[in-house]
C-alpha cells in the first residue's frame, strides 16, 4: 500500500503491520544515472520488499496471514555534503535530516503504526539513519519501534562491488527505471571513474568531498551492472528486506 496514493479511510480499515519509509538523496551519480538514485533504488526495493512480506508463499503457515505493508512516500534529501563539487546535488545537515525523519515516523505512530523500517539508498545516511532508529525506538512518549535497512548491504556477495553511480546502482536503475539510465554516456562514465572510495592511508580517508578523487562522480565501472544483475539484486534486497520486517514485527519491545 503507497500511502500516496491511497486515502486515510483505506489506511484506516487496513490492516497493516510495519511501514516502510524509503530514505535517499538528491545528488550527483554521474554523466549517466540521475540525481535521484538513490530515492529511486530505495523505493524500488521497498516497494519490493513490501510484495515479498505480503505474500510469503502459497502454504497455509501463519506467515501467509499477514498484514499490509504501508510504504511512505521517500524522503529525497539526505546527507550529501560530500558531493557538493558537483551541480545539482542538495543536502542538509545531520540534525535536520535526523530530525526530519524520526518526525515523519512518529507521525505514523500516532495512527497505530508503530513498527518501521527505514530503507535507505544513500552512504552518507547510514551513520544518521541509525541514531534516529535508537532514538525513535527508546522514547518513552510513543510505543514506535524501527531499524534501518540499507539495499545495497543485504545482496550477498554483490556488496563487495558498492562504489557510486558504479555496478550496483546502476544494475538496479536498469532493472527498475532503464529510461533514466544515459546509455550513451555508460562508457564514458566507466572509463573516466575512480576504483574505490576515498584516500586511504592507515585505515584513515583523507578525503571528505567526492571531487578529491573522482573527475566524474563515478567510483567502480556502471558497465559491469546489467538489467540482468538489477533484478537479481531486486530480488536478494527485497527479500532481506521482508525478513527483516517479519522480525520487527515480532520482536517484542
Known amino acids: 500500500m503507497r500511502l500516496s496514493e491511497v486515502t486515510w479511510t483505506d489506511v484506516r480499515d487496513a490492516d497493516v503491520d510495519v511501514a516502510f519509509l524509503p530514505v535517499g538523496s538528491t545528488e550527483q551519480h554521474g ?102 532508529a535508537r532514538r525513535f525506538s527508546r522514547d518513552g512518549a510513543h510505543a514506535g519501534y524501527g531499524v534501518a535497512f540499507t539495499w545495497f548491504e543485504a545482496v550477498g556477495d554483490h556488496a563487495s562491488d558498492m562504489g557510486h553511480a558504479g555496478p550496483l546502482e546502476t544494475a538496479l536503475l536498469r532493472a527498475t527505471n532503464p529510461d533514466l539510465v544515459r546509455e550513451e554516456r555508460v562508457d564514458e562514465a566507466g572509463a573516466g571513474a575512480a576504483d574505490r572510495w576515498g584516500e586511504w592511508v592507515a585505515g584513515v580517508n583523507l578525503a571528505h568531498d567526492s571531487d578529491e578523487f573522482t573527475d566524474n562522480g563515478v567510483v567502480g565501472d556502471p558497465r559491469a551492472g546489467d538489467a540482468e544483475r538489477g533484478r537479481e539484486l531486486l530480488d536478494r534486497a527485497s527479500a532481506s528486506l521482508a525478513e527483516l520486517a517479519a522480525a520487527v514485527v515480532e520482536r517484542e519491545t
Open 31 to 132: 554523466p549517466h544515472a540521475p540525481l535521484g538514485t538513490d530515492a529511486l533504488n530505495a523505493v524500488a526495493v521497498a516497494e519490493a520488499g513490501a510484495d515479498a512480506y505480503e505474500r510469503p508463499g502459497s502454504d497455509e503457515s501463519a506467515d501467509a496471514e499477514r498484514g499490509e505493508v504501508a510504504v511512505a512516500p521517500p524522503v529525497p534529501v539526505g546527507v550529501a555534503e560530500e558531493h557538493r563539487a558537483f551541480d545539482g546535488t542538495m543536502w542538509v545537515s545531520p540534525e535536520t535530516f535526523r530530525a526530519y525523519v524520526r518526525e515523519s515516523a512518529e507521525s505514523l505512530v500516532s495512527h497505530g503504526v508503530d513498527r518501521v523500517v527505514f530503507v535507505n539508498g544513500h552512504g552518507g545516511n547510514v551513520e544518521a539513519l541509525a541514531e534516529v
